[in-house]
């Protein structure tokens, strides 16, 4: 994978989570939780970004840090199944 800049890297990881998880915005998702989680997403996606894995990756990851704590902000999360 080509090095891109963090910032560049980080919108496409948004791209990524709001088309595969979340009709709502990553960074939105993050503003309604505690800091904590944004400190966790951001770390993951500098390290997803320093070891040039595809931002796909650092989306899912992300989307797992999440899973939890925002159950009804994700797609499909509420479902019964």
Known sequence: MKKI?????RRH????FALEWSDVPL???LLRL???????V???IAL???LRKPPA???GYAMRILRGPCRSLI????DER
């Not at 505690?34 to 966790?40: D, F, L, M, N």
């Open 27 to 29: 960074e939105q998702v």
């Open 57 to 59: 990756d650092a989306a």
């Open 13 to 16: 990881v948004e791209i990524y």
């Open 48 to 50: 997803h970004h320093s």
């Open 42 to 44: 951001d770390k993951v």
């Open 75 to 78: 797609v499909g999360q509420n």
């Open 34 to 40: 505690p800091e904590k989680y944004s400190v966790k």
């Open 5 to 9: 800049k963090l910032q560049d890297y």
